[in-house]
């Protein structure tokens, strides 16, 4: 798995400098065409807040930096969620428009994985990217994860979106 992740990608625990990409992700029409459309200011500071305050013990939510710099190109994560009747980790991710197609999110994703295998505590990961969002399926299935087929997920809060089940199984079980 290491030898797909790009050098120059990294990830780092989110922070309070991470507002105005948060902002520019999930406020933006464009970028949540997929996830029932961009978030109030007020909701993305409520969001950013109970992002700061979680509890590294339930997931891990890292900003992913690119390049020398340390560019902030997005967001990846990862946090413990009950599906078919076990608890298990759920992941996404969301990179700006200029670090697409890049592997950007490839790496990220994979770094992501990487720490959550390395906590031992739940066997599968599992995204539940959109149906018509085919960057996020094909990222999906370039990483190993196993469709499962379709379902209906709430994202954001009181929005039902149809989304793809994918699962990834961590090495060596959780």
């Known amino acids: 798995m290491a030898e797909d992740i790009r050098p120059d990608v990294c990830i780092r625990p989110y922070g ?3 507002l105005p990409v948060l902002e520019r992700l999930l406020g933006d029409p464009t970028m949540t065409l997929h996830l029932g459309g961009p978030e ?3 909701a993305l500071q409520s969001r950013h807040e ?3 305050a979680s509890d590294p013990e339930t997931g891990g939510l890292f900003t ?12 990846v994560g990862y ?7 076990e608890m298990a980790w759920e992941c ?23 720490h959550a295998g390395a ?14 969002n085919e ?26 979106m149809h989304s793809n089940e994918w699962r990834f199984e961590l090495p060596l079980g959780g």
């Open 79 to 85: 946090w413990e969620s009950e599906q078919r009747g």
């Open 135 to 160: 960057a996020s399926n094909a990222l999906c299935r370039r990483l190993g994860f196993e469709l499962l087929g379709e379902a209906e997920v709430e994202y954001p809060k009181g929005h039902l």
């Open 16 to 18: 309070a400098e991470d």
């Open 92 to 114: 996404g991710w969301h990179v700006l428009p200029e670090f697409q197609g890049a592997g950007v999110a490839s790496s990220a994703t994979r770094l992501a994985l990487a």
């Open 64 to 75: 992913i930096e690119v390049g020398a710099e340390k560019i902030a190109a997005g967001w």
């Open 40 to 42: 109030s200011p007020e």
């Open 119 to 132: 906590r031992r505590l739940h066997r599968f990961v599992y995204a539940f990217p959109a149906v018509q």
């Open 50 to 52: 109970r992002y700061l």
